[in-house]
């Protein structure tokens, strides 16, 4: 279940100008039920909370039931964002199955790098970024605060503590979803990572952004090695 991270991660920042992240209200707590090709996984939350001048965000992960019996999944991402939607840190603690992580990176926007540590293997690495580099949670809270018309297509790059994505971002149309908490308009966005030209395997995300001032996700889903992950808001509104 290695990409409920890149997941909701995976994807979504948008243009190269800073907006600002108040299109949601802060705190902010979403609830989603996890879905593991077909099968109930688990449960995340998608949180935000003021931290002085700037913003924290978390996801958590965790599995339930026969899933967790036989792949445990217990994962925690956070990420710290200037009040524009920049990220400053970024932090991962993973436990998927057999696979374990943990790592950490700070951007620096005004050197353009990014500096990340490897926790377990004790590696330290520097990378070259650009101005408009996010990581993989800020980057879903920095597109709910922008345009959405369907049509619309969106460049970028996530850095995931080890590479520099390149991300391009379609918003497909808009759709009526249901959800157990009732049927919501939507706008249906799409995302595809590369590196070197190669298209990622995992991690390929499509939301559905409430089509209103909030774009709050009420749905998300992400493709892995094995079968695909869906997370259905279940409550937080």
């Not at 001048?53 to 019996?69: K, M, P, Y």
């Not at 710290?80 to 951007?107: D, H, L, Q, W």
Request: include cysteine.
């Amino acid at each position: 279940m290695e990409n409920l991270r890149i997941q909701i991660c995976t994807i979504l920042v948008l243009v190269l100008a800073a907006v600002p992240a108040a299109a949601f209200p802060i705190p902010e707590r979403l609830i989603y039920e996890a879905t593991w090709s077909g099968i109930k996984a688990g449960s995340a939350i998608l949180e935000v909370t003021p931290q002085g001048d700037e913003l924290r965000l978390t996801n958590t992960i965790r599995s339930t039931g026969v899933v967790s019996a036989f792949f445990k999944i217990d994962d925690r991402i956070e990420s710290v964002i200037t009040r524009a939607g920049k990220p400053k840190f970024f932090r991962e603690n993973k436990r998927e199955g057999s696979y374990r992580a943990a790592r950490e990176a700070t951007f620096n926007f005004t050197t353009l790098r990014a500096n990340s540590v490897d926790l377990l293997k004790k590696i330290e690495q520097t990378d070259p970024i650009t101005p408009g580099t996010y990581d993989s949670l800020s980057s879903i809270y920095f597109i709910r605060a922008s345009d959405l018309p369907p049509g619309r297509s969106l460049s970028f790059e996530i850095y995931d503590t080890k590479h520099l994505w390149n991300t391009e971002v379609r918003v497909v149309q808009r759709q009526e979803v249901k959800t157990p908490l009732g049927k919501f308009k939507t706008v249906m966005v799409t995302s595809r990572l590369r590196h070197n030209g190669e298209e990622a395997k995992v991690g390929n995300t499509t939301f559905w952004f409430t089509d209103d001032s909030r774009r709050i996700p009420v749905k998300i889903t992400s493709t892995m090695k094995v079968g695909q992950v869906t997370l259905t808001l279940v409550g937080g509104l």
